[in-house]
C-alpha cells in the first residue's frame, strides 16, 4: 500500500471524570487519509468524534484531558512526538481546522481580514502588505463578495454562511495537507449547507488535500465523502467506502444511523422506509459497560455481547473493517433486520 | 467618526439631564430628613442659645419658610447653577466646591487608573497561572484587599508608612509652608497623594483582579481562541493578541458603574488623610448641617458620574466595534 497522507494508530485520548480517575475519549482509532480524499467521521454527539480532531491538531483542552498514547503520522513525523514549538507549525500549515460554530470562531474585535493574514504571518516570512494581499485573494476565493470591503469589516457585520467562509479562508491560507472539518456546516441553514461544502469539495481537487469531514448528518455524507468511518463510545466501529456503507452498513449501530435519516434517497436496501431512532443515548464514557458499548442499545444483542469486548476485524472487501461479533457476511439480505 | 461621537456625547449629556434633576430633588428632601438644622449647630456651638436667637438665624438662612417655598428657590437656583450660600464658609457654594474638586478629581483619577492598571495585570496573571501558587497568591490577596475595609487600610498604611518607615506624609496635600514652586510643588502633591491614593484604589484594585481573572478564564475558553491556536499561533500572542482585549471589557463597565461608589470611598478617604477634597467638604458640612453646601456637593457629584458614564460608553466604542453609537447596523447577509 503506497504511503498515506495521513496514517493515525492507536490514537488515545483520555479525559478526568469528576472522581479524578481518567476514561478515554479517544479509544484506540486508527485512521488514514489520503490526498484528494475525504473521509467522514460519523456518530452521535458525545461519540468521540471531534475529540478526534483535537487529538490529531493537540488542542485538547488541558487540564480536562490528556493524550495517552497512538501516532498521528503525517510526512514521515508523528506529531505526537513534536515540541511544542513544532507543532504550532504545523498547525495551520499542514493540518488546519474549521469548526462548528461560525458565530463564535471568530476573534469579534478583529477585523476579518486581519484574521486571514495573521494564519500567513505566523507561518511564512512575509510583509504585512503581502500578507494583506493574498488574505484578500482568499476572501476572493471562498466566494466573498467584495473581498475588498469584508476585509476592514468585523465578524458581526457578516452572516453566518459567510464566517464559515472566512473561516474556510484562515483555514487554507497556507495551502494544507490535511483539513479536519469540524461539523463545518451544522449551524448553517440547508443552502448555505449546500454551498460551503460544494466550495470545500472544489477547493480540495484544486488544491490536493485531504478532508477529515465530522459530521452527524448523513446525507452530507452521502454527497461529499468516498470513505466512511463510524464512531461510537470513542471506538472506531465500522470502516467502509462511502458506496459499500450506504449500500449495507454491518454494524447495527450504523444501521441503526441509516434507518433515523429521513432523507428519502437514503433507504435501507430491502426497501424499509420506516424512519426509526436509536432508543436510549451513549453510554457516559466514564462508566462504560463490559463488553461491546452498544449493547445495550443493539436490536441484535447476544449475551456475549456484554461479555466480549468486540475487535475492529476486516470485512468483506478490501479496507472495510467492522467491530461487531455479530456481523455477518454483507449479504444485502441480511441487513434489513 | 469624531463627529458621530461628539453628537454621540452631547445626546447622552441631555439624557442625563433628566437624571440630575431627579437626584436634586430627592437630595433636597432627604438630607432633612437628618434632625437637626444649621441654627441647631450655631447654637450648640455657641454653648448656649435663646429661641429668639435660633429664629432670628432661621430667618436670615430662609430656613423659616414653609418647605414648598424653600423647594421651589433651591430649584429655580439650581437650573442656573448657583448653588447657593453656605454659611458656615460665608461663602458661595460654587467658588468652595470648585476650590476642592481639583483635588478630589486627581484623587480619583489616579486611583482610577492603579485599580484598572494593576487590576488587570494581576487579574490577567492570575488567569494565566491559574491552579498555580502565583494565582492562588493573587486570588488570596484580592479576597483579603476585597474584605478589608477602606479606612482600616487607609491607618494602617499611615501607621507603617508614614510614622514607622516615614517615607510618606501622614496627611495633607501639601507641605505646609513650603514654598518650592512649579516642579517641586508638583512632586510635594505627588508625595503626598501616594498613600490616599493607594488606599482608595486598593478595594477596587481587589475587584477588577477578580473580574479580570473570572473574564480571563471565559475568553481563553472561548471558540475563537481555539482558532486562533488552530493556526499555530503561540500561546502568548493568542492572549495579548486574541484574549486580553475582549477580557477587560467587563472591567470597563465596571469601572464606569464605580465611580460614584469611588466617590463615596473618597469621603472616608479624604477624611483619615485630611485630603482637601469634596469629600472632606462634604463630610463637615453633614456635621455642621450646611444643607446648601452639602446639596451643592452632592449635585456636582452627580454630574461627574453622568458624565463619566458617558465617557466610559464612548470608550467602549473605541474598543468594541460591535458597539455603535448612533445605533444603526451595518450588518449585511
Avoid at chain 1, 422506509?273 to 443515548?281: F, K, P
Avoid at chain 2, 496635600?173 to 517641586?184: K, P
Avoid at chain 2, 482558532?227 to 482585549?245: F, I, Y
Wanted: hydrophobic share 50%.
Amino acid at each position: 500500500m503506497p504511503q498515506s497522507l495521513l496514517r493515525v494508530r492507536g490514537l488515545r485520548t483520555e479525559f478526568r471524570s469528576p472522581r479524578g480517575s481518567w476514561f478515554p475519549v479517544v479509544n484506540g482509532v486508527d485512521l488514514r487519509l489520503e490526498a484528494g480524499e475525504t473521509l467522514a467521521v460519523v456518530g452521535e454527539s458525545g461519540c468521540g468524534k471531534s475529540m478526534l480532531a483535537y487529538s490529531i491538531m493537540r488542542l485538547v483542552p488541558r487540564p480536562l484531558g490528556r493524550p495517552a498514547g497512538g501516532e498521528v503520522l503525517l510526512g514521515g513525523r508523528d506529531l505526537l512526538q513534536l515540541s511544542e514549538r513544532e507543532m504550532r507549525a504545523v498547525r495551520g500549515r499542514d493540518v488546519s481546522m474549521i469548526f462548528q460554530e461560525p458565530m463564535t470562531s471568530l476573534n469579534p474585535l478583529m477585523p476579518v481580514g486581519e484574521q486571514v493574514s495573521e494564519s500567513i504571518r505566523e507561518h511564512e516570512s512575509c510583509t504585512s502588505g503581502e500578507a494583506a494581499r493574498r488574505a484578500l485573494e482568499l476572501l476572493d476565493l471562498v466566494g466573498i463578495p467584495e473581498p475588498a470591503k469584508r476585509f476592514g469589516q468585523y465578524p458581526h457585520h457578516l452572516s453566518g454562511g459567510m464566517r464559515q467562509r472566512v473561516m474556510i479562508a484562515i483555514a487554507l491560507a497556507c495551502r494544507p495537507k490535511v483539513l479536519i472539518a469540524d461539523e463545518p456546516t451544522t449551524a448553517l441553514d440547508v443552502t448555505i449547507q449546500a454551498q460551503v461544502l460544494a466550495l470545500l469539495d472544489r477547493l480540495k481537487r484544486e488544491m490536493g488535500m485531504g478532508i477529515i469531514l465530522i459530521t452527524h448528518d448523513l446525507g452530507v455524507v452521502a454527497e461529499w465523502a468516498q470513505r466512511v468511518m463510524v464512531m461510537y463510545a470513542g471506538r472506531k466501529v465500522e470502516e467502509a467506502s462511502a458506496e459499500e456503507f450506504f449500500g449495507g452498513p454491518a454494524h447495527p449501530y450504523s444501521r441503526a444511523l441509516l434507518a433515523s435519516v429521513p432523507s428519502p434517497e437514503l433507504v435501507l436496501a430491502d426497501g424499509d422506509h420506516e424512519l426509526t431512532e436509536i432508543a436510549g443515548t451513549v453510554p457516559p464514557l466514564d462508566r462504560l459497560p463490559q463488553g461491546c458499548a452498544f449493547a445495550g442499545r443493539c436490536p441484535r444483542v447476544q449475551d456475549r455481547c456484554g461479555e466480549e469486548q468486540p475487535v475492529l476485524r476486516p470485512f468483506g472487501s478490501e479496507g472495510r473493517m467492522v467491530a461487531c461479533l455479530r456481523a455477518d457476511s454483507p449479504r444485502a439480505g441480511e441487513i434489513g433486520r | 467618526m469624531w463627529q458621530a461621537r461628539l453628537s454621540y456625547l452631547l445626546r447622552r449629556f441631555a439624557h442625563g439631564l433628566p437624571i440630575v434633576l431627579a437626584i436634586v430633588v430627592v437630595n433636597f428632601f432627604l438630607v432633612r430628613l437628618a434632625p437637626g438644622d444649621a441654627a441647631t449647630v450655631l447654637a450648640g456651638e455657641a454653648g448656649a442659645a435663646t429661641a429668639q436667637y435660633m429664629e432670628q438665624i432661621r430667618a436670615q438662612f430662609g430656613l423659616d419658610q414653609p418647605l414648598y417655598v424653600q423647594f421651589l428657590s433651591y430649584m429655580k437656583n439650581i437650573l442656573v447653577f448657583d448653588m447657593g450660600y453656605s454659611f458656615r464658609h460665608g461663602r458661595t457654594v460654587a467658588s468652595l466646591i470648585f476650590e476642592r474638586l481639583w483635588a478630589t478629581l486627581l484623587l480619583m483619577g489616579t486611583a482610577m487608573a492603579i485599580s484598572t492598571g494593576i487590576g488587570v495585570l494581576l487579574g490577567a496573571l492570575a488567569a494565566r497561572y491559574d491552579r498555580k501558587p502565583l494565582g492562588f497568591a493573587i486570588v488570596l490577596f484580592a479576597i483579603v484587599s476585597y474584605a478589608t475595609p477602606l479606612f482600616w487600610v487607609g491607618l494602617m498604611l499611615i501607621i507603617v508608612f508614614a510614622l514607622n518607615l516615614g517615607w510618606f506624609p501622614t496627611s495633607g496635600i501639601a507641605t505646609i509652608g513650603a514654598d518650592t514652586g512649579g516642579l517641586g510643588h508638583v512632586l510635594d502633591v505627588a508625595h503626598h497623594l501616594v498613600l490616599p491614593a493607594l488606599t482608595l484604589s486598593f478595594f477596587y484594585m481587589a475587584l477588577y483582579t477578580r473580574l479580570m481573572r473570572a473574564s480571563m478564564l471565559e475568553t481563553l475558553r472561548m471558540d475563537f481562541v481555539t482558532t486562533a491556536r488552530a493556526k499555530g499561533v503561540a500561546e502568548g500572542r493568542v492572549v495579548r493578541r486574541h484574549v486580553l482585549r475582549n477580557a477587560i471589557l467587563p472591567v470597563l463597565t465596571m469601572a464606569g458603574v464605580q465611580v460614584s461608589g469611588m466617590l463615596g470611598g473618597s469621603v472616608i478617604v479624604e477624611s483619615v488623610f485630611g485630603w482637601p477634597g469634596l469629600g472632606l467638604l462634604a463630610f463637615e458640612s453633614l456635621a455642621a448641617r450646611d444643607l446648601n453646601l452639602l446639596l451643592g456637593i452632592f449635585f456636582l457629584s452627580s454630574l461627574l458620574v453622568v458624565a463619566t458614564n458617558a465617557l466610559i460608553d464612548l470608550a467602549y466604542t473605541l474598543v468594541d466595534p460591535r458597539i455603535e453609537l448612533a445605533g444603526r447596523s451595518k450588518r449585511n447577509d
